[in-house]
């Protein structure tokens, strides 16, 4: 996917989950939890994907220097159809500088992608209330 495609991507995205949101606010105080009762949802399809994204120059910090992110996309879909995505910038170096320390720079993000992804795997078939709930689980 080309970066203006990807970017044009992104920003549709946004534009339409915050529509969505606007139209269907979710209110996140305890005491709107309460009144209302919570549906059940149940995971009945994920995907995911990445793309790796060279940066300009290397980027450094916490004694080390990167030089690509990882953008990643996952796919969650309940089993009454209703779906949705995350959208993620990941790079090992700003999440764990021991694991960037200890394998090349692609394996460290290879590392850190595959953990969501079986993230994502246990997530499947699972079934929740709230998104706390699912994780909790």
């Given at each position: 996917?080309?970066?203006?495609?990807?970017?044009?991507?992104?920003?549709?995205?946004?534009?339409?989950?915050?529509?969505?949101?606007?139209?269907?606010?979710?209110?996140?105080?305890?005491?709107?939890?309460?009144?209302?009762?919570?549906?059940?949802?149940?995971?009945?399809?994920?995907?995911?994907?990445?793309?790796?994204?060279?940066?300009?120059?290397?980027?450094?910090?916490?004694?080390?220097?990167?030089?690509?992110?990882?953008q990643s996309v996952n796919y969650l879909e309940s089993s009454s159809g209703i779906h949705e995505i995350g959208l993620c910038t990941q790079n090992v170096l700003w999440s764990d500088a021991k694991v960037f320390a200890n394998h090349s720079e692609s394996g460290g993000n290879a590392l850190m992608y595959a953990l969501s992804e079986k993230a994502l795997q246990i997530a499947e078939g699972e079934s929740f209330t709230t998104t706390v709930e699912l994780l909790d689980n």
């Amino acid at each position: 996917m080309k970066s203006n495609s990807r970017r044009s991507f992104i920003k549709t995205s946004l534009i339409a989950t915050t529509a969505t949101a606007l139209s269907n606010p979710v209110s996140l105080m305890a005491s709107s939890v309460n009144q209302k009762k919570m549906k059940n949802i149940k995971i009945a399809r994920v995907d995911s994907n990445f793309e790796r994204e060279p940066l300009i120059r290397p980027f450094g910090f916490k004694g080390g220097y990167m030089t690509e992110i990882w953008q990643s996309v996952n796919y969650l879909e309940s089993s009454s159809g209703i779906h949705e995505i995350g959208l993620c910038t990941q790079n090992v170096l700003w999440s764990d500088a021991k694991v960037f320390a200890n394998h090349s720079e692609s394996g460290g993000n290879a590392l850190m992608y595959a953990l969501s992804e079986k993230a994502l795997q246990i997530a499947e078939g699972e079934s929740f209330t709230t998104t706390v709930e699912l994780l909790d689980n």
